[in-house]
């Protein structure tokens, strides 16, 4: 429990970054699980979830490691994908 003014703002000033930050990584996932999906428009998800990867990055949500280990197995997944058709 928050002792002083300063540490209750901080406090409240913590919570809503947590859901700010989880709503953006819940967005990276559900993105995710759409470009896995595959059909037709898979490339072009595959570059708005890179660029919200990058962004994700930038803001320290995710490390960078993670996310480019994460957009090189999608970007292999749909030139694999590419190549069966």
């Known amino acids: ?3 002083n003014k300063s540490a209750e703002k901080r406090h409240r000033q913590s919570q809503k970054a947590r859901l700010h930050n ?3 990584r ?3 996932r559900t ?3 759409q470009v896995e999906a595959g059909g037709e428009t898979a490339p072009e998800q595959l570059r708005d979830l890179t660029s919200l ?3 994700a ?4 949500l995710i490390h960078k490691n993670t996310a ?5 197995r ?10 069966a058709n």
């Open 1 to 3: 429990m928050a002792n």
């Open 22 to 24: 989880r709503a953006i």
């Open 26 to 28: 819940s967005a990276i």
């Open 31 to 33: 993105q995710i699980k």
């Open 53 to 55: 990867i990058d962004r």
């Open 57 to 60: 990055v930038k803001k320290d």
């Open 68 to 72: 480019a280990r994460k957009k090189s």
């Open 74 to 83: 999608l970007a292999k997944m749909i030139n694999k994908s590419k190549e």
